[in-house]
C-alpha cells in the first residue's frame, strides 16, 4: 500500500540527537575510535598553526615597516633571551616531569614537590644574574636592557609555566595546548594591527604586547594542577634524610 511505502518522518528530536554524534566525529572525543580521534587531533593542531601562520603573515609587513631593520634587531635580541633563557634555567626539568607523569610512575603532587624547587632554584640563579647579562647582551641599548632585564626577572614564572606545558602534553590535554597557542598569537596579532593603525608601533609597544600576551596565553596551563595537591618529596628521601644518610 501507499502508507506502507512511505518512511516515518524524522522529528525535530530525531535532528537534535544527531548533533552530538557530529561533534564527536570532528572533535574526536569518542573513546570507540582512538584512529578517529587521533586523525581529529592532528586536524585540530594543524589548523593551530596555520592560524599562527596566518598571524605571522598579518604582523610581519606592520613591523617591517614600523621599526625598520634597527628596530626588529633590537625585538629579536629581545626574545632571544626570553625564549633561551627558560630553557637553559629549568635544567631539562621539564621533560623528566612530563616523561615520568606520562609513565604514571609517582602522584603528580610528588613529581611537582620533587622538581619544581629544583627548577625554581636555577631560574632564580638566572634571574640574579639578570643586570649583568642584559648589559652585556644589550650593548648600550636602553630598551633592550630593560626588556631582558624585565623577561630574566619573570623566569620563576616562565619555568613553572614550562614544566605546567610539558605536563599537558605528557597527559594528551591538547585542548589547553591549543587554548594556550591561540591565546599567544591572535591577541598579539590584533593588539599590533591596533598599534598600526594608531601609529604606536615601537621596540617598547612590541616587546610589551608580547611578554604580556605570552604569560596570559599560559594561564590554561594551571588547570594541570587540578588534584595535585599537596605538593611533597617522595617518603624514601625524607626518611633517609631523617636517619643521617645522605
Not at 627558560?86 to 603528580?108: C, H, K, M, N
Amino acid at each position: 500500500s501507499i502508507h506502507g511505502r512511505m518512511k516515518p518522518r524524522k522529528s525535530r528530536h530525531d535532528a537534535l540527537r544527531v548533533w552530538p554524534m557530529v561533534w564527536r566525529m570532528v572533535t574526536g572525543s569518542t573513546r570507540k575510535n582512538p584512529d578517529r580521534r587521533f586523525a581529529a587531533v592532528v586536524m585540530r593542531l594543524t589548523s593551530v598553526n596555520v592560524l599562527a601562520t596566518a598571524c605571522a603573515v598579518v604582523t610581519s609587513p606592520l613591523l617591517a615597516r614600523a621599526l625598520g631593520p634597527s628596530g626588529r634587531g633590537e625585538v629579536a635580541a629581545i626574545f632571544a633571551v626570553v625564549g633561551i633563557a627558560p630553557w637553559v634555567s629549568e635544567l631539562g626539568i621539564t621533560s623528566f616531569l612530563a616523561r615520568e607523569d606520562a609513565r604514571r610512575a609517582q602522584p603528580l603532587g610528588v613529581l611537582i614537590g620533587s622538581t619544581l624547587p629544583i627548577a625554581l632554584a636555577g631560574s632564580l640563579i638566572c634571574m640574579a644574574a639578570a643586570v649583568p647579562v642584559a648589559h652585556t647582551l644589550g650593548r648600550g641599548r636602553p630598551v633592550v636592557i630593560d626588556f631582558i632585564e624585565i623577561s630574566l626577572l619573570l623566569l620563576p614564572l616562565s619555568v613553572s609555566f614550562g614544566m605546567l606545558s610539558g605536563l599537558a602534553i605528557a597527559n594528551n590535554r591538547w585542548g589547553i595546548f591549543m587554548l594556550a597557542q591561540i591565546l599567544s598569537t591572535v591577541p598579539a596579532a590584533v593588539a599590533i594591527v591596533a598599534l598600526s593603525l594608531v601609529h604606536e608601533l615601537s621596540v617598547t609597544s612590541v616587546s610589551i604586547t608580547y611578554i604580556a600576551c605570552g604569560l596570559i596565553a599560559n594561564l590554561p596551563y594551571l588547570a594541570g594542577l587540578r588534584g595535585s595537591r599537596p605538593w611533597r618529596r617522595p617518603r624514601g628521601i625524607r626518611r633517609r634524610r631523617s636517619a643521617g644518610v645522605p
